[in-house]
């Protein structure tokens, strides 16, 4: 944690994350995983929010391993 904080691109993962982990609560609290919708059929809001939240970590960390990471 205390190398990633030591540069830019580790600052702006940490914040990216931290954003996303605060906008899953606002989502949690608003109401919108109680609604009976369904989306394509057979998926309830809490999947789709949680494969959104997991996919988006997925992609943070693909991107800062990738092109980011200060250990190659």
């Known amino acids: ?3 990633m904080m030591g540069h ?3 600052k702006l993962f940490l914040s ?3 954003i996303s ?3 899953f609560i ?7 995983l109680e609604e009976g919708n369904l989306f394509f059929g057979w998926m ?3 999947l789709v929010i949680g494969i959104v939240f997991v996919v988006f970590w997925l992609i943070c960390y693909m991107i800062y391993f ?3 990471w200060p250990y190659r």
């Open 1 to 3: 944690m205390k190398e």
């Open 8 to 10: 830019l691109p580790g």
């Open 16 to 18: 990216a994350l931290g």
């Open 21 to 23: 982990v605060i906008a």
């Open 26 to 32: 606002a989502v949690s609290f608003s109401g919108f």
């Open 44 to 46: 309830t809001p809490p």
């Open 66 to 68: 990738f092109f980011f």
